[in-house]
């Protein structure tokens, strides 16, 4: 257990339909990352905050995904008019920022997000 | 933009063997380079991040060197376990970290 949550663990939804994911960061860190994983491949980065700031999008994240981070504690990823491409995993991670000390990425568990 | 390759994509080792893992990267001036462990359907578990400045981390049996001038990182990890069957994933640069495809390790027991 790194310290970082994730809910759901698991989504199943049919296409067409709006999902949302939540992730709880070490409290003491104050970026937090979205990346998507795809089967046998390694995650690719969708979205970061410094604090309730979100400082950059890839063009991986299309108008249908939204993520924020109130208050800069967790955060939420919404994807609407979900589509069967959207099937991934989709990892979140905490860190403090770069050229601290440390400034290791610690990952969720991740959500599993099927869409049928 | 940041290209990460590991090669091979998997590996199997007999139990005490001696692993070696292997990571390239395209653009030499990395700021750091990230080591992780992800097992079956799991998040990333962090292994072992070496900065910029430095040259190589040792943890336990596991020891990672970082070669900015030829785009490599190693991951060795010392006498392997059947526990150390897993993907293991290598990634580079800063806050937006580009990932490798990872080697999936099996230790047979």
């Known amino acids: 257990d790194t310290g970082v949550s994730q809910d759901p663990r698991h989504k199943i939804t049919k296409r067409g339909q709006n999902v949302t994911f939540r992730c709880d960061p070490i409290s003491e860190h104050n970026r937090l990352y979205w990346y998507r994983q795809t089967l046998g491949q390694g995650p690719e980065f969708l979205t970061y905050?410094?604090?309730?700031?979100?400082?950059?999008k890839s063009r991986l994240l299309s108008d249908r995904f939204s993520a924020e981070r109130p208050k800069g504690s967790f955060s939420t990823l919404e994807i609407q008019r979900t589509e069967q491409g959207d099937s991934a995993m989709y990892l979140c991670?905490?860190?403090?920022?770069?050229?601290?000390?440390?400034?290791?990425?610690?990952f969720g568990p991740g959500t599993r997000l099927t869409v049928l | 933009k940041q290209e990460v390759t590991q090669i091979p994509a998997a590996l199997s080792v007999p139990e005490g063997e001696n692993l070696v893992l292997n990571c390239s990267f395209t653009?030499?001036?990395?700021?750091?380079l990230q080591w992780f462990r992800q097992d079956p359907g799991k998040g990333l578990t962090s292994l072992l991040l070496i900065q910029s400045s430095q040259r190589e981390q040792t943890s336990g049996r596991l020891n990672a060197s970082l070669d900015k001038s030829s785009g490599r990182s190693t991951l060795y990890i010392a006498a392997s376990q059947p526990g150390d069957s897993a993907t293991y994933l290598c990634?580079?640069?800063?806050?937006?970290?580009?990932f490798g495809a990872g080697t999936t390790v099996t230790v047979r027991a």
């Open positions: 991670a905490s860190s403090f920022p770069a050229g601290s000390s440390t400034d290791t990425q610690y």
């Open positions: 905050f410094q604090n309730e700031a979100q400082l950059e």
């Open positions: 653009d030499s001036a990395i700021y750091n």
């Open positions: 990634a580079g640069d800063d806050y937006k970290l580009s």
